[in-house]
């Protein structure tokens, strides 16, 4: 989820098994949705996306729900590899997606 | 990653002097950007420009300028380093789904 101090929140999952990261964002207008992953000395690379009038969409292995009633978002990862380790991040932005704002994400390891 | 290159990679620099880093397209889109990155803050935009010559400041300017002169390329200038500055700052696009990102530039003001 979201940080508010110098500590990125943690979470370690068990190889094999599903990890969910959650994201509380801040602007009810904003209709569009990303989950970016970031691993160590990388810039952050495109993991899936959602609009406003969508719930829930699929990717391979990830799955992104969003629940606008309380302004949050999760992304699902399944049967988690080694490579899944690295920081996650949501950001959302407008219909025109020009500005994108970003969460401070949070940092997933893989326990083999 | 494909298609935005950022220069230098890494660069220390002693306060007061003035920094310019690159940031290179070869897909013609129109919007560029510049963030940094801190612990506990994630990523913060610095300005961003919407076409050649066409930019503006996003949340944490004071302390930068850039500059588009073409398409392909938007500098980033840190007028005079200060030790706040030391920071890994990306360049982005928007490429039609969020954006896609350079692989940063690592700068030390010592």
């Known amino acids: 989820g979201e940080s508010v101090g110098l500590h990125l929140p943690t979470l370690s999952v068990q190889e094999g098994d599903n990890s969910i990261i959650n994201c509380a964002y801040s602007n009810s207008a904003s209709d569009y949705f990303i989950w970016y992953k970031q691993e160590s000395g990388k810039g952050p690379q495109f993991i899936i996306d959602i609009r406003s009038n969508m719930d829930k969409r699929q990717g391979q292995r990830v799955t992104v729900l969003l629940n606008k009633t309380v302004k949050h978002l999760s992304l699902q990862i399944a049967a988690t590899q080694p490579g899944d380790s690295a920081v996650y991040f949501c950001?959302?932005?407008?219909?025109?997606?020009?500005?994108?704002?970003f969460g401070t994400g949070t940092r997933l390891t893989i326990i083999p | 990653d494909a298609g935005i290159t950022q220069s230098p990679r890494h660069k220390v620099t002693e306060t007061g002097t003035p920094v310019t880093l690159r940031c290179h397209q070869t897909?013609?889109?129109?919007?560029m950007y510049w963030y940094r990155q801190d612990p506990g803050h994630g990523l913060r935009l610095i300005h961003y420009?919407?076409?050649?010559?066409?930019?503006d400041k996003g949340e944490v300017s004071d302390g930068y300028s850039v500059s588009r002169s073409k398409t392909e390329d938007f500098l980033l200038t840190l007028e005079s380093a200060t030790s706040s500055q030391t920071s890994v700052y990306f360049c982005?696009?928007?490429?039609?789904?969020?954006?896609?990102f350079g692989s940063g530039t690592r700068l030390t003001v010592v």
């Open positions: 420009s919407y076409g050649v010559k066409d930019t």
């Open positions: 950001a959302e932005g407008g219909t025109g997606n020009e500005k994108l704002t």
């Open positions: 897909e013609n889109h129109r919007y």
């Open positions: 982005a696009i928007s490429a039609g789904y969020g954006y896609t």
